[in-house]
C-alpha cells in the first residue's frame, strides 16, 4: 500500500492543474478582444491601438490612429507611420512622419531611431546582415564627392551652409572636415551613383521586426499588479486576491485556441486515464517494483568489478587533455636540451622523446619577445583540440619562470622550407630540399583551409588565429599540414560578428587591412581568410608576395602580377593565350584565383572558410573570377607594396610581435 503513494501524489497535482486551467478558460472567455483597424492597417495581438480593452495585445506594441494613419512612438518619442504589418514574418514597415508630404521638402527627426520593442532589419552581404544609414550633415562649405548628395534648399533654413546626405553602414562617423552629423535615419538601401533622389529613398521608409514574447513571461508581467493588493486588512482579503491573480495569470497562459481545444475535448478523457493509472500502479506495477528493485541489487553487486573500469576509462578520458609535466621532465624528455631544431624571439626548440620513445618537439619559452599571454593562449586555445590539420599540445610546463610546451614531432617542418626559394627565377625549385609537386601544394593548401575552418565552426568557442602563415603550417612524415602556433590567438563565441582587439596583431605581409585601419571593414573570422588568401598566392607562385629581386618590376608583386596574367588569359582564351610569355598550370590557376578571392580590401567581400574548401575542392570552372583585390591608385599601391616589403628585411612584427623562426 506504501508504495502506490507515489502514483497518487503525482496524479493529484496534475489533476488540479487541469481544473484550474479549465475554470480559467472559462473566466478568459469574457476577454475576447474584438479586431480594430486604423485605415487600411489591421490591429490584432501584439498589437493593440490606445484605448482597446485592458488584456487586449501587448502595451509594448501600442499604435496611435491620427487621421486613419497608425503611428508608432519611439523611445525618443519620434513619431513613425506604420504601412504595413506581417503578422507571419513579425516585420512591419515604419516611415518617419517628417518624410510624409509630398513637398521637396524634409523635416528631420531630432533622434535616431532608438526602440527596445523593434530592431531594425539590415541587407545581406555574404551571409551578413548591414543596417544602413542616411546621415545628414550641415557643411560649411561644398563638398565634391560621389558619396555626398546635396539636399533642397528646404533643410538649409536661412543660413548658407549646405546639407548633404551619405549612406553608409553604422551611421556615417568620418564625415568631411568642413561637415558635421544632425542626425541619421536608417534606409533600405543605398543611393547608387548619380541617383539624387532621397526623398524617393526616405519615404519608402524601412523594415523593423519584433520577438514574440514568451507567454507566461508576458502574463506575469500583465497581472503582476495584483499582487500589489494582496498586503489587506485580513488574511482571508489576502487568500482571496491570491486566488484571484491565479485564475487570471492561468486564463492568460491557457487563453489560446490549440490549448482550448486540448482542455475542452481531452479533459474528460485524460481524467480517466489518470484514474485507470492509479488503479494500475496500485495492483500492478507496485508488486512490479519490488521485484525489480530486488533483481537491480543483486545486478549491482555482480557488476562492481566492471564499475572499477569504468571509473579507470573515465579517468583516462579525462587525462587525454594536455599533460603538466615537471622541469626537470622537460629536462630529461629533451636529454638536457641536446638537439636544438630552432631559434626564435619567443626561445628556442628541442626535440625529445617521451618515454624515450615517441618524438616530440618542445618549445621553450622565454625569449626577449616573449609574453605570459602567448603561453596562455597556446594551452587555452589547443588544450583540447584534437583535428587533424591542427597541430596537438601533447603537455606543458608552468615552474616559475620556465615554461614549456611540448607539441607532436613534425619531422618535416615548416611549409616555408619547401615553397620558397633561395634562388630569383619564379619557379621556386630548391635543390637541397625536396620539390611538392602541384598535387601536392593543392593537397596541403586544402588541408590548411579545414584545419583552419574547424578553429572557426568545429569548436564550441571560435578560434581566431590572427597569424596564418607558411611557416606556421607544420608537416608531418606524410606532408599532411597542420596548423600551429597560436601564440596570438583570440576565444569569441560562435555567434560574435565584431571582435575587439587592443592593438594590430600578426606578421606583416599577412595582416587584414581591417586589423591596420577599420575603414576597411570590422575584425572578425574574414580576418584569418585574409592572410590564408595571402598564403595560397605564395604557394602557387612558389615565392614571397613581395620579391625585390623578381625579374622585372611588374613581378615584385606577385598577387598584382598573377592578377593581371589571369585577367589576360582569360580576356584572350584558347589558342591566343599562348601569345603571354608565361606558363600557369590549373593548380596555380586555382590557387590563385582562390587566393584573391580571399585578399578582397573589403571583410564582406572575402568568402568563408567553408566556402574557401569548397573551391579548394572543386576547379577553376565553379566560381568566377574575383575583383581586382588591391588598391586603384598606383602610388598608394606602391606604399602598401613597400609596408609589405618590410618583412623581408626584418626579423620583428608589427608593433613589437615576434616573427618567428623561418
Known amino acids: 500500500m506504501a508504495i502506490s503513494i507515489p502514483s497518487t501524489l503525482l496524479s493529484a497535482p496534475l489533476l488540479l492543474l487541469l481544473l484550474l486551467c479549465h475554470a480559467a478558460l472559462l473566466l478568459g472567455k469574457s476577454h475576447n478582444c474584438p479586431p480594430s483597424s486604423c485605415g487600411d492597417i489591421h490591429i490584432r495581438s501584439p498589437f493593440r491601438l490606445i484605448g482597446d480593452p485592458d488584456g487586449c495585445g501587448d502595451r509594448r506594441f501600442e499604435l ?73 550633415m550641415n557643411c560649411t562649405r561644398e563638398v565634391e564627392s560621389q558619396e555626398y548628395v546635396a539636399v533642397p534648399n528646404c533643410l538649409r533654413g536661412s543660413s548658407s551652409t549646405t546639407y548633404v546626405v551619405v549612406v553608409n553602414d553604422n551611421s556615417y562617423n568620418n564625415p568631411k572636415n568642413s561637415c558635421s552629423i544632425l542626425t541619421t535615419v536608417p534606409v533600405e538601401k543605398s543611393l547608387s551613383p548619380g541617383d539624387h533622389d532621397v526623398f524617393k529613398l526616405l519615404r519608402k521608409g524601412f523594415v523593423v521586426h519584433w520577438t514574440p514574447r514568451h507567454p507566461v513571461k508576458f502574463c506575469w508581467e500583465d497581472n503582476k499588479n495584483i499582487l500589489a493588493t494582496l498586503g489587506g486588512p485580513s488574511l482571508v482579503y489576502k487568500i482571496v486576491n491570491a486566488i484571484s491573480f491565479g485564475l487570471q495569470f492561468l486564463s492568460c497562459v491557457c487563453n489560446n485556441k490549440a490549448l482550448t481545444v486540448v482542455l475542452d475535448v481531452l479533459l474528460a478523457p ?42 579507470f576509462l573515465r579517468n583516462q578520458q579525462q587525462s587525454l587533455s594536455p599533460t603538466r609535466y615537471a622541469y626537470s621532465d622537460i629536462v630529461a624528455m629533451t636529454g ?70 611540448v607539441y607532436e614531432f613534425m619531422p618535416n617542418g615548416s611549409l616555408d622550407r619547401y615553397i620558397f626559394s633561395s634562388q630569383s627565377n619564379r619557379s621556386g625549385a630548391c635543390s637541397s630540399r625536396r620539390r611538392l609537386s602541384p598535387r601536392k601544394l593543392n593537397e596541403i593548401a586544402l588541408g590548411v ?64 587591412p581591417e586589423l591596420i585601419s577599420r575603414s576597411f571593414g570590422s575584425i572578425s573570422y574574414k580576418s584569418d581568410v585574409y592572410s590564408f ?36 588569359l582569360q580576356e584572350l582564351g584558347g589558342a591566343e593565350a599562348d601569345d603571354i610569355n608565361v606558363e600557369i598550370d590549373e593548380i596555380e590557376r586555382k590557387l590563385s584565383m582562390v587566393g584573391l578571392w580571399c585578399i578582397q580590401m573589403k571583410s564582406c567581400d572575402r568568402p568563408s572558410m567553408s566556402e574557401v574548401v569548397e573551391m579548394l575542392e572543386g576547379d577553376t570552372n565553379s566560381f568566377d573570377m574575383p575583383p581586382k583585390p588591391f588598391f586603384s591608385s598606383p602610388d598608394t599601391q606602391s606604399d602598401f607594396i613597400m609596408v609589405s616589403c618590410m618583412q623581408q628585411s626584418s626579423s620583428i612584427g608589427l608593433f613589437g610581435i615576434s616573427e618567428r623562426e623561418r
Open 64 to 136: 496611435v490612429c491620427e487621421g486613419n494613419r497608425a503611428v508608432y512612438s519611439d523611445s525618443h518619442s519620434e513619431k513613425y507611420l506604420v504601412t504595413k504589418i506581417s503578422y507571419k514574418s513579425r516585420k512591419l514597415r515604419l516611415m518617419y512622419t517628417g518624410f510624409s508630404s509630398d513637398a521637396n521638402c524634409l523635416h528631420l527627426p531630432d533622434h535616431s531611431f532608438k526602440s527596445n520593442t523593434f530592431h531594425i532589419m539590415g541587407h545581406r552581404c555574404h551571409q551578413q546582415h548591414r543596417i544602413l544609414w542616411a546621415s545628414f
Open 270 to 311: 485524460v481524467l480517466r486515464y489518470l484514474i485507470l493509472a492509479s488503479l494500475v500502479a496500485r495492483l500492478i506495477l507496485a508488486p512490479l517494483c519490488v521485484f525489480g528493485f530486488l533483481l537491480l541489487n543483486c545486478w549491482r553487486r555482480s557488476r562492481a568489478p566492471e564499475d572499477a573500469v569504468e571509473k
Open 336 to 405: 638536457h636540451f641536446r638537439e636544438k631544431l630552432g631559434q626564435g624571439g619567443f626561445g628556442a626548440v628541442f626535440k625529445g622523446h617521451i618515454m624515450g620513445t615517441y618524438p616530440v618537439a618542445v618549445k621553450l619559452l622565454g625569449g626577449s619577445n616573449f609574453h605570459g599571454q602567448d603561453f596562455i593562449n597556446e594551452v587555452a586555445t589547443i588544450g583540447r583540440i584534437h583535428h587533424l590539420n591542427v597541430v596537438r599540445l601533447l603537455g606543458f610546463c608552468s615552474e616559475g619562470s620556465k615554461r614549456a610546451l
Open 449 to 512: 583551409a579545414r584545419g583552419i575552418n574547424y578553429l572557426h565552426t568545429g569548436c564550441h568557442m571560435q578560434i581566431l588565429h590572427f597569424d596564418i602563415k607558411p611557416h606556421n603550417v607544420l608537416l608531418d612524415h606524410n606532408f599532411t599540414p597542420k596548423v600551429s602556433d597560436f601564440g596570438l590567438a583570440k576565444l569569441c563565441p560562435k555567434d560574435c560578428s565584431l571582435v575587439s582587439v587592443s592593438a594590430a596583431r600578426g606578421t606583416i605581409g599577412y595582416i587584414a
Open 533 to 568: 588568401g595571402m598564403l595560397l598566392l605564395e604557394m602557387a607562385g612558389r615565392r614571397r608576395n613581395v620579391d625585390q629581386r623578381a625579374e622585372n618590376s611588374s613581378q615584385i608583386y606577385y598577387p598584382s602580377w598573377i592578377y593581371d596574367q589571369l585577367v589576360r
